[in-house]
Nanobody
Framework: QVRLAESGGGLVQVGASLRLSCVAS????????MGWFRQAPGKEREFVAA??????????YYAESVKERFAISRDNAKNMFILRMNSLKPDDTAVYYC??????????????????WGQGAQVTVSS
C-alpha cells in the first residue's frame, strides 16, 4: 500500500519562505508524476506544481500563480519530492497536498490522474 507522508508548512509572514516535503513508501520504482496541489477554504483543490520523470530527465510544471516563486524537486532514490516556496503571499494560504501518479498524463493539472495523496499540510501566510 502506497503511503505519502508530508512534512513542513506552518505560519509565516508575507514574503517568507517555506519548504514542504513528501516521502512515498510502499512504492516500487519511481512515480512518473509527483505533484503538489492546494485547497483554500471554500475553494476547489487546485494544481500547484508537478515533476515528471521521463526515465532519463525531469520536467517541472507550475501553475501561473506560483511560477518564479515556487520550485519543485525530486529524489527518485529516496522516493521524495520537495516544494520550495518563496515570496509567499496571503493568497498562498491553503492546505497543501502531495500526490503521485504511476504513469504520466498530459492532464497533470487534474486531481483525477493521481492515485495516491498525502494527508495535507497547512500553510498560512499572514499579512
Amino acid at each position: 500500500q502506497v503511503r505519502l507522508a508530508e512534512s513542513g508548512g506552518g505560519l509565516v509572514q508575507v514574503g517568507a519562505s517555506l519548504r514542504l516535503s513528501c516521502v512515498a513508501s510502499g512504492v516500487s520504482g519511481s512515480s512518473a508524476l509527483m505533484g503538489w496541489f492546494r485547497q483554500a477554504p471554500g475553494k476547489e483543490r487546485e494544481f500547484v506544481a508537478a515533476s515528471r520523470w521521463t526515465g532519463a530527465y525531469t520536467i517541472s510544471y507550475y501553475a501561473e500563480s506560483v511560477k518564479e516563486r515556487f520550485a519543485i524537486s525530486r529524489d527518485n532514490a529516496k522516493n521524495m519530492f520537495i516544494l520550495r516556496m518563496n515570496s509567499l503571499k496571503p493568497d498562498d494560504t491553503a492546505v497543501y497536498y502531495c500526490a503521485t501518479a504511476r504513469t504520466y498524463s498530459a492532464n497533470y493539472k487534474s486531481t483525477g490522474i493521481y492515485e495516491n495523496w498525502g494527508q495535507g499540510a497547512q500553510v498560512t501566510v499572514s499579512s
